[in-house]
């Protein structure tokens, strides 16, 4: 069954770095998304993103942050200089464009650590 | 705005036993409703989803939610537990006349614990 990966599993970076999560999509899926669960709290919208441009997106994805679609099977999510409070597990989902079932599908995750 | 809540943090149920996780919501319009699982280490997994129809959608590993609009509840069911049903349940929530592009909105979730 085919799944959504994402990279690294783990990433730990200083206050103030740039970081760059990757994820790979559902290879016929056209809708992609990313959230962000902070520890204990809930899973959040961070942006979805169709057609080479983002498609909605939350107050928490301000200027710091930015989505890239580079090739035919990567998405990323770029945080260009991260804060203590960006650490959380973020999720990268994706969703068949002409589904009306709307169902989206999920990564295991990127844990990012911002020291 | 929309919102999920789910009012246990934690459910408790012996192998064998029947199990509720309750789930309410609210949008502006009418709701698609979806449940998902997370287990240890692994991300967000779909369960089910209500979308129109029958107010008692089936999904998998026999987990059931039966949709209730009046008390705009969507709460997740399986009539016998196993242990390997313990993990975080996700119910979220995305308004009918939205775009296929649009946020699913998750409650905080809710542990479940089956003991043996």
């Known amino acids: 069954e085919p799944e959504v990966t994402q990279t690294p599993s783990h990433q730990v970076t200083q206050m103030g770095q740039e970081v760059i999560l990757r994820c790979v999509p559902i290879?016929?899926?056209?809708?992609f998304y990313w959230y962000r669960q902070i520890l204990g709290q809930k899973v959040e919208f961070l942006v979805s993103f169709y057609n080479n441009e983002i498609s909605e997106k939350s107050e928490i994805f301000d200027d710091q942050f930015s989505v890239e679609r580079p090739d035919g099977s990567n998405f990323t999510l770029k945080i260009r200089s991260t804060k203590l409070e960006d650490s959380a597990m973020y999720f990268c989902?994706?969703?068949?464009?002409?589904?009306?079932?709307?169902?989206?599908?999920f990564g295991p995750g990127t844990r990012l650590t911002v020291t | 705005a929309q919102s999920v809540a789910q009012p246990e943090d934690q459910v408790n149920v012996a192998e064998g036993n029947p199990l509720t996780v309750k789930c309410t919501y609210s949008?502006?319009?009418?709701?698609?409703l979806f449940w998902y699982v997370q287990y240890p280490n692994r991300g967000l997994q779909f369960l089910l989803k209500?979308?129109?129809?029958?107010?008692l959608v089936k999904g998998s590993y026999g987990f059931e939610a039966e949709f209730n609009k009046s008390q705009t509840s969507f709460h997740l069911k399986k009539p016998s537990a196993l242990v390997s049903d313990s993990a975080l349940y996700f119910c979220?929530?995305?308004?009918?006349?939205?775009?296929?592009?649009?946020?699913?909105?998750f409650g905080k979730g809710t542990t479940l614990s089956v003991s043996s």
């Open positions: 979220a929530v995305r308004d009918r006349g939205s775009q296929a592009g649009t946020a699913l909105i």
């Open positions: 949008v502006s319009g009418n709701p698609y």
């Open positions: 290879s016929n899926h056209l809708y």
């Open positions: 209500y979308i129109t129809g029958d107010n």
């Open positions: 989902a994706s969703s068949e464009a002409s589904s009306r079932t709307y169902e989206q599908y």
